[in-house]
Protein backbone atom coordinates (compact mmCIF):
# COMPACT_ATOMS: atom_id res chain seq x y z
CA UNK A 1 0.00 0.00 0.00
CA UNK A 2 1.04 3.77 -0.35
CA UNK A 3 0.91 3.78 3.41
CA UNK A 4 3.56 2.92 6.04
CA UNK A 5 2.57 -0.12 7.78
CA UNK A 6 3.61 -2.36 10.50
CA UNK A 7 4.51 -5.79 10.22
CA UNK A 8 4.30 -8.68 13.15
CA UNK A 9 5.80 -12.06 12.55
CA UNK A 10 5.76 -15.56 13.92
CA UNK A 11 6.51 -18.96 13.30
CA UNK A 12 4.91 -22.57 13.97
CA UNK A 13 7.49 -25.49 14.08
CA UNK A 14 8.45 -28.78 15.52
CA UNK A 15 8.42 -28.97 19.57
CA UNK A 16 11.89 -27.89 20.71
CA UNK A 17 12.61 -26.15 17.70
CA UNK A 18 13.54 -22.22 17.90
CA UNK A 19 12.84 -19.77 15.61
CA UNK A 20 14.42 -16.37 15.48
CA UNK A 21 13.71 -13.42 12.62
CA UNK A 22 16.52 -11.32 11.87
CA UNK A 23 16.42 -8.26 9.34
CA UNK A 24 18.87 -8.47 6.37
CA UNK A 25 22.58 -8.34 7.14
CA UNK A 26 21.87 -7.65 10.83
CA UNK A 27 22.47 -9.88 13.73
CA UNK A 28 19.43 -8.46 16.00
CA UNK A 29 16.60 -10.33 16.70
CA UNK A 30 12.97 -9.04 15.77
CA UNK A 31 9.27 -10.41 16.13
CA UNK A 32 7.79 -6.83 14.21
CA UNK A 33 9.38 -4.67 11.48
CA UNK A 34 7.72 -1.17 9.56
CA UNK A 35 8.29 -1.06 6.06
CA UNK A 36 7.54 2.75 3.91
CA UNK A 37 4.69 2.79 1.72
CA UNK A 38 5.35 1.10 -1.57
CA UNK A 39 9.06 -0.63 -0.76
CA UNK A 40 10.01 -3.92 0.86
CA UNK A 41 12.26 -5.55 3.18
CA UNK A 42 13.76 -8.82 3.75
CA UNK A 43 13.63 -10.76 6.36
CA UNK A 44 16.08 -13.75 7.43
CA UNK A 45 14.23 -16.83 9.27
CA UNK A 46 16.92 -18.45 11.72
CA UNK A 47 16.17 -21.72 12.61
CA UNK A 48 17.69 -24.10 15.57
CA UNK A 49 16.88 -27.60 15.33
CA UNK A 50 17.28 -29.51 18.84
CA UNK A 51 20.23 -31.75 19.34
CA UNK A 52 18.40 -34.86 19.33
CA UNK A 53 16.62 -33.82 16.03
CA UNK A 54 16.64 -36.55 13.98
CA UNK A 55 16.89 -36.60 9.81
CA UNK A 56 14.58 -35.86 7.81
CA UNK A 57 11.66 -33.08 6.12
CA UNK A 58 10.17 -30.81 8.90
CA UNK A 59 7.76 -28.12 8.05
CA UNK A 60 8.10 -24.39 9.17
CA UNK A 61 5.58 -22.15 8.51
CA UNK A 62 6.02 -18.08 9.21
CA UNK A 63 2.91 -16.06 9.74
CA UNK A 64 2.96 -12.40 8.87
CA UNK A 65 0.16 -10.47 9.81
CA UNK A 66 -0.72 -6.32 9.47
CA UNK A 67 -3.90 -5.74 11.26
CA UNK A 68 -6.18 -8.04 9.13
CA UNK A 69 -4.24 -8.88 6.45
CA UNK A 70 -2.43 -12.10 6.86
CA UNK A 71 -0.03 -14.88 4.74
CA UNK A 72 1.29 -17.67 5.71
CA UNK A 73 4.75 -18.79 3.85
CA UNK A 74 5.30 -22.42 4.37
CA UNK A 75 9.04 -23.08 4.30
CA UNK A 76 10.74 -26.84 4.97
CA UNK A 77 14.17 -27.61 6.63
CA UNK A 78 16.08 -30.30 5.95
CA UNK A 79 17.96 -32.24 8.57
CA UNK A 80 20.69 -34.60 6.80
CA UNK A 81 21.91 -35.68 10.24
CA UNK A 82 24.97 -36.39 11.99
CA UNK A 83 26.74 -39.91 10.69
CA UNK A 84 28.48 -41.18 14.27
CA UNK A 85 29.42 -44.12 15.83
CA UNK A 86 31.19 -45.68 18.92
CA UNK A 87 32.50 -49.08 19.63
CA UNK A 88 34.13 -51.08 22.53
CA UNK A 89 33.82 -54.05 24.88
CA UNK A 90 30.84 -54.49 26.95
CA UNK A 91 33.53 -54.93 30.11
CA UNK A 92 35.49 -51.98 29.24
CA UNK A 93 38.51 -54.31 28.63
CA UNK A 94 40.87 -54.40 25.78
CA UNK A 95 42.85 -57.63 26.12
CA UNK A 96 42.11 -60.89 25.28
CA UNK A 97 44.49 -64.41 25.80
CA UNK A 98 44.86 -67.10 22.76
CA UNK A 99 46.80 -69.92 22.44
CA UNK A 100 48.43 -70.38 18.99
CA UNK A 101 46.27 -71.55 16.11
CA UNK A 102 43.39 -72.02 18.55
CA UNK A 103 40.27 -69.37 18.02
CA UNK A 104 39.70 -67.04 21.27
CA UNK A 105 36.41 -65.12 21.04
CA UNK A 106 35.39 -61.73 22.75
CA UNK A 107 32.49 -59.39 21.91
CA UNK A 108 31.93 -56.06 20.74
CA UNK A 109 28.98 -53.79 20.80
CA UNK A 110 28.48 -50.84 17.79
CA UNK A 111 26.53 -47.76 19.18
CA UNK A 112 24.99 -45.26 16.89
CA UNK A 113 26.26 -42.28 18.50
CA UNK A 114 24.49 -39.58 15.33
CA UNK A 115 21.13 -38.71 14.68
CA UNK A 116 20.90 -40.81 11.30
CA UNK A 117 20.54 -43.99 10.67
CA UNK A 118 23.71 -45.42 9.82
CA UNK A 119 23.38 -48.24 7.07
CA UNK A 120 25.56 -50.45 5.53
CA UNK A 121 27.90 -50.93 8.77
CA UNK A 122 31.02 -53.17 7.88
CA UNK A 123 33.98 -54.67 9.93
CA UNK A 124 37.80 -54.96 9.22
CA UNK A 125 41.22 -55.69 11.05
CA UNK A 126 44.44 -54.88 10.91
CA UNK A 127 46.58 -58.19 12.56
CA UNK A 128 49.53 -59.63 12.76
CA UNK A 129 50.83 -62.13 9.06
CA UNK A 130 48.81 -65.09 9.07
CA UNK A 131 46.52 -64.14 11.96
CA UNK A 132 42.84 -64.86 11.31
CA UNK A 133 39.46 -62.49 12.32
CA UNK A 134 35.69 -63.05 11.76
CA UNK A 135 32.85 -60.93 12.88
CA UNK A 136 29.91 -62.33 13.24
CA UNK A 137 27.69 -60.57 11.97
CA UNK A 138 29.68 -59.78 9.28
CA UNK A 139 28.15 -56.59 8.90
CA UNK A 140 25.00 -54.29 10.32
CA UNK A 141 22.23 -53.81 7.64
CA UNK A 142 20.87 -50.56 9.62
CA UNK A 143 21.58 -49.19 13.15
CA UNK A 144 18.70 -46.34 14.28
CA UNK A 145 20.31 -43.24 16.36
CA UNK A 146 21.16 -44.57 19.91
CA UNK A 147 21.00 -48.20 19.24
CA UNK A 148 23.67 -50.59 20.15
CA UNK A 149 24.52 -53.93 18.34
CA UNK A 150 27.02 -56.83 19.91
CA UNK A 151 29.21 -58.48 17.67
CA UNK A 152 31.40 -61.31 18.26
CA UNK A 153 35.01 -61.44 17.26
CA UNK A 154 36.70 -64.68 16.58
CA UNK A 155 40.61 -64.07 16.58
CA UNK A 156 42.91 -67.27 15.64
CA UNK A 157 46.48 -66.30 15.91
CA UNK A 158 49.34 -67.96 13.41
CA UNK A 159 50.07 -71.62 14.21
CA UNK A 160 53.90 -70.82 14.49
CA UNK A 161 52.81 -67.65 16.95
CA UNK A 162 55.50 -67.13 20.21
CA UNK A 163 54.51 -66.78 23.22
CA UNK A 164 53.76 -62.62 24.08
CA UNK A 165 51.63 -59.75 23.22
CA UNK A 166 50.39 -58.61 19.73
CA UNK A 167 47.89 -55.95 18.57
CA UNK A 168 44.97 -56.24 16.99
CA UNK A 169 42.84 -53.50 15.48
CA UNK A 170 39.19 -53.80 15.04
CA UNK A 171 37.63 -51.33 12.45
CA UNK A 172 34.22 -50.63 12.50
CA UNK A 173 32.90 -48.68 9.37
CA UNK A 174 29.83 -46.56 8.37
CA UNK A 175 28.18 -43.87 6.33
CA UNK A 176 29.25 -40.16 5.62
CA UNK A 177 32.75 -41.43 6.97
CA UNK A 178 31.69 -42.26 10.22
CA UNK A 179 33.97 -45.37 11.74
CA UNK A 180 35.37 -46.19 14.81
CA UNK A 181 38.75 -48.50 15.87
CA UNK A 182 39.36 -50.70 19.18
CA UNK A 183 43.13 -51.91 19.25
CA UNK A 184 43.10 -54.98 21.00
CA UNK A 185 45.89 -56.43 22.79
CA UNK A 186 45.82 -60.70 22.44
CA UNK A 187 48.03 -62.73 24.97
CA UNK A 188 49.68 -65.75 23.37
CA UNK A 189 49.81 -68.53 26.03
CA UNK A 190 50.90 -71.99 25.64
CA UNK A 191 48.94 -74.37 25.74
CA UNK A 192 49.34 -76.49 28.89
CA UNK A 193 49.51 -79.76 27.14
CA UNK A 194 53.15 -78.73 26.03
CA UNK A 195 53.84 -77.56 29.39
CA UNK A 196 53.04 -81.25 30.75
CA UNK A 197 55.46 -82.43 27.64
CA UNK A 198 58.28 -80.03 29.21
CA UNK A 199 57.96 -81.23 32.65
CA UNK A 200 57.75 -85.33 31.32
CA UNK A 201 61.09 -84.36 28.88
CA UNK A 202 62.57 -83.05 32.03
CA UNK A 203 61.56 -85.92 34.13
CA UNK A 204 63.03 -88.59 31.36
CA UNK A 205 66.86 -86.29 31.07
CA UNK A 206 67.02 -86.08 34.87
CA UNK A 207 65.93 -90.23 35.35
CA UNK A 208 68.56 -90.98 32.04
CA UNK A 209 71.27 -89.47 33.78
CA UNK A 210 70.55 -90.92 36.88
CA UNK A 211 70.45 -94.19 35.46
CA UNK A 212 73.91 -92.99 33.15
CA UNK A 213 76.09 -92.43 36.33
CA UNK A 214 74.73 -95.65 37.97
CA UNK A 215 76.22 -97.46 35.75
CA UNK A 216 79.54 -95.62 35.51
CA UNK A 217 79.67 -95.96 39.18
CA UNK A 218 79.03 -99.61 39.11
CA UNK A 219 82.29 -100.01 36.77
Known amino acids: SEADRNFNLSAQAPAKWEINFKPAYEQKQI???RIKGGSSQTVAVEVTPPKDAQSGSFPIVVGIASGEKKQDV???VV??????LDAGTPTGLLSLEALAGKAAQMSLFVKNTGSAVNKNISFSSFKP???KVEFKPEKIEALEPNAM????VMITPAGQALVGDYSVGLSVDGEKGSSKTVEIRVSVKTSAAWGWVGI???VLVIAGLGGLFLWLGRR
Open 149 to 152: KQVE
Open 74 to 76: KLT
Open 200 to 202: III
Open 129 to 131: ENW
Open 31 to 33: SSF
Open 79 to 84: LTGIYK
